[in-house]
């Protein structure tokens, strides 16, 4: 008999997996590289990033980019750096508890944690095998991500999707257990095992009624987080703030910025918002899973990011931005998943 978990999941192309999603318009991605004889067509599209942004490109190479008000206060730390050293750099840069940690070069929200002791952070550094970053908390009330592209030779560009997102939580009811609470809210689904797993050393507390526990720090889908669509919000306002630091360094063409912000309104004037990431070719198009798209209208929007994907790297390349080469393609490409395979075993041995 067909268990409801895939069941669920056959009826919902949502989750599929991404190759099978894919698997359909897998012929369209392999003409653009037959067209720009390059499998890394989409390498210069980021000239500032690694592949363009695709696998293997670091915070550091993006915060670099930006204005610093645009990015929250940030300090990056090597694997083995004396413990009092970074105490002094975090005092030198005014970052108080809590603070956010989280990989240079990394994906999923892997090894994202909100520090909220010293305790936890010696156990946080203790464990990271690469170079990771500490950054001001921000008590902004909204995060929300920000879809944008624009043609090297055009002065306004396209915000393709906006959409705001939600940390994945459950709330209590006086009498069931964080196990129960986790089992009833994601039977079925990707992550009922992941969070409990995760939460296996507290899954017999009782939360109160009404109580809500948050089961990540990350708000972003691959966490189990909701996405609520934004589609409306866009507008010329909205187009102008994100024009103005493409044209900052000339280097985001394409991509999505996941932002905290005070409000959608306050962010259409260009105030009190900061800079998480900017995700460069290999951004999803996350808009499509915040609302009722069918499969079908789903693929075309995928479809349309990618031409214009194509586009901008046939451009940037007649220009003199040269695709990265086949060798050194793969050599990142390959170190790029052996660093997401550590990062996701690191991720579920550290307990809190």
Known sequence: ?????????????????????????L??????????RSLWFFSNVNPGLTLGGMDGE????????LPANLYPKTIFVNPGEDINSIHQKINDKQIFL?????PNEGMSALMFRVIKNF??????????????????????????????????NEKSGTVSGFL??????????????LKTLIYNKFKNTNYLNH???????????????????????????????????LKDEIDDKLLSVFDSISYYNGNFLYGRYDIKCNSVQELKEGKNFKILEFNGSGSGTQHIY?????????????????????????LNNERGLKYCSFSNGLKTLLKAKRNLKELKRKDLALNF
């Not at 409801?4 to 997996?17: D, P």
């Open 98 to 102: 809590p603070f956010v940690v989280k």
């Open 164 to 177: 705001s997102k939600e940390w994945p939580f459950v709330t209590g009811d006086g009498n069931s257990s």
């Open 195 to 229: 969070y409990l797993e995760k939460f296996s050393s507290s899954r017999n507390i009782i939360l109160q009624q009404n109580e809500v526990f948050k089961l990540s720090d990350a708000c972003n889908r691959g966490q189990g987080g909701q996405l609520i669509c």
């Open 27 to 36: 012929p369209v991605w392999i003409w653009y590289c037959i067209k720009s």
């Open 290 to 314: 915040a609302r009722k798209y069918s499969l079908s209208s789903a693929l075309n929007i995928i479809l349309n990011h990618w031409k214009a994907l194509y586009t901008i790297s046939k």
């Open 119 to 152: 305790d936890d952070f010696k156990k946080y550094h203790s464990s990271m095998h690469e170079r990771y970053l500490i950054q001001e908390f921000l008590d902004y009330p909204m995060e929300v991500s920000v879809f944008y592209y624009r043609m090297p």
């Open 58 to 65: 670091t915070k550091e190479e993006m915060y670099m980019q």
């Open 1 to 25: 008999m067909l268990s409801l978990k895939f069941l669920n999941t056959i009826v919902h192309w949502q989750n599929w997996h991404y190759h099978i999603k894919y698997l359909p318009i």
